[in-house]
């Protein structure tokens, strides 16, 4: 079955530093990979997402996300925090065959403090 | 626009009360989906739907039920509502399982 695992449920990062929120995966068949952002009372939006094309991915934003094998991890990063930024982002892991439902992580919320 | 619209947004309802939330998309997409979100849980998916009258369970089907009589409408009923039930719901489509879900405003359910 797969599984995702989203280190820290809360990141606090100063305006102007680098943001990384950390997600591990588990999946016996190459995955789909995807970041998701929920603004305060919104829905979730596609942040980007990994099929296979490029390891490393770039989404919207100027948010980026490498998706390393070896260490079974899909972390997201921004080089430099905005104020708008601060919103929940939620990692999720699908299989490219379709078999499984898309799996989401328990979430990150991030705050970006002035 | 391409979207997806739930109804009610807010709902406060009483034990044992039939409801339901509509969802509607307007993307033509095979599957579509409904989660719950809950604090420190994540989203968690009920039940989805990879087609006309396609539907399965998801993690946490108990107490709800859905239908897909339509590509475009994929309904959630609560029979029996109970204060667990208390939570925000959110309807996903995308064209296919794999493929990104494009999600609705959510709907925020309070059973008393």
């Known amino acids: 079955a797969q599984s995702v695992t989203q280190l820290g449920s809360h990141v606090s990062v100063s305006e102007g530093a680098l943001v990384l929120l950390r997600c591990n995966y588990s999946s016996s068949v190459p995955p789909y990979l995807f970041w998701y952002v929920q603004y305060p009372n919104q829905g979730l939006q596609l942040l980007l997402k990994?099929?296979?094309?490029?390891?490393l991915v770039k989404g919207i934003n100027g948010f980026e996300a490498e998706f390393k094998k070896s260490e079974t991890s899909f972390h997201l990063t921004k080089p430099s925090a905005h104020m708008r930024d601060a919103a929940e982002y939620f990692c999720?892991?699908?299989?490219?065959?379709?078999?499984?439902?898309?799996?989401f992580g328990k979430g990150t919320r991030l705050s970006v403090i002035a | 626009e391409a979207q997806v619209t739930q109804n009610p947004r807010y709902l406060i309802t009483v034990t044992g009360k039939k409801l339901t939330v509509t969802c509607s998309q307007n993307?033509?997409?095979?599957?579509m989906s409904w989660y719950r979100q809950d604090p420190g849980l994540g989203l968690r998916q009920i039940y989805y739907s990879m087609n006309v009258e396609v539907t399965d369970k998801g993690d946490v089907p108990e107490g709800y039920k859905v239908s897909r009589k339509e590509k475009r409408n994929f309904p959630l009923i609560l029979e029996s509502p109970s204060p667990n039930q208390t939570s925000l719901y959110f309807c996903a489509s995308s064209l296919y399982r794999e493929e990104t879900q494009y999600f609705g405003p959510g709907t925020r359910l309070l059973v008393l």
């Open positions: 990994y099929t296979s094309a490029a390891t």
């Open positions: 993307m033509n997409h095979e599957y």
């Open positions: 999720a892991v699908s299989d490219k065959k379709g078999n499984t439902p898309l799996v």
